[in-house]
């Protein structure tokens, strides 16, 4: 529990594990600090009634999570892994994968209230599941970009199988980005866009093999409504 600018280090193969706690955060809360996680891991958490699985970022936090650092196997009802409020998560050759968001958004990552994620150098979200909106990501008012990363293999229950934008959002996915095999029983499979947001990519990035499953579902790689979407010409969808 880190409030009011302090800065917490994991480090050497550390473990914050099998932990729970009754509302949110699970494994850790950050406030107004910074937490660096190196080369360590954060699993098996739980937040029984809340957000943040694994961490729940608050107003003004940043998150790295760099040298093969994981974020794994936590569960919450909503942002099973990571819960980005007014905040900033950089992923860098890490992992966030196999978290749950039982019934609520963003089985990977919950982003939120003008919050910043940055993907970047092999970081990868995968494998993750939520009951709602968001299987790998879920962004609200806030942005995403992705380069030389993947989110690959998750799924929603409704709509944005790997990535759901919502109110003003901007995903940007550029050079050697991929957002693959993912699923939502709602709509789009790979990305679903919504209330003024925006996706757009640069270089070589990979938006293929995903699927909306549902009956009425549309979008199998992209969906978008009353947003733009502008695809580079090294872009395959």
């Known amino acids: 529990y880190a409030l009011s600018f302090s800065t917490v ?55 790295h999570l760099q040298d093969s650092a994981s974020v794994s196997g936590n569960t919450a009802k909503r942002a099973g892994g990571l819960s980005v409020e007014q905040s900033t998560l950089v992923v860098s050759s890490s992992i966030i ?35 709602n909106h968001g299987g790998g990501l879920y962004v609200q008012q806030s942005t995403l970009t992705s380069s030389k990363s993947a989110i690959d293999d998750n799924t929603a229950g409704a709509d944005g199988g790997g990535v759901r934008a919502e109110i003003s959002s901007t995903v940007t996915l550029w050079d050697g980005a991929s957002v693959s095999r993912n699923t939502a029983r709602g709509n789009g499979g790979g990305l679903s866009l919504l209330t003024t947001s925006s996706l757009a990519t640069a270089g070589r990035v990979s938006v293929r093999d995903n699927a909306a499953t549902g009956s009425s579902s549309v979008g199998g790689g992209i969906a978008a409504s009353t947003s733009t979407v502008r695809l580079g010409s090294g872009s395959a969808a």
């Open 97 to 131: 994968n196999n978290n749950v968001a039982a019934t609520g958004n963003g089985g990977g990552v919950n982003a939120f209230l003008f919050s910043t994620v940055h993907l970047q150098d092999s970081a990868s979200v995968s494998g993750n599941t939520a009951g």
């Open 9 to 63: 280090h994991l480090q050497d193969s550390a473990s914050v594990s099998s932990n729970t706690a009754g509302y949110r955060a699970g494994g850790l809360f950050v406030q107004q600090s910074t937490l660096v996680v190196s080369g360590s891991i954060i699993n098996n958490n739980v937040a029984a009634t809340g957000s943040g699985g694994g961490v729940y970022a608050l107003l003004f936090s940043t998150v």
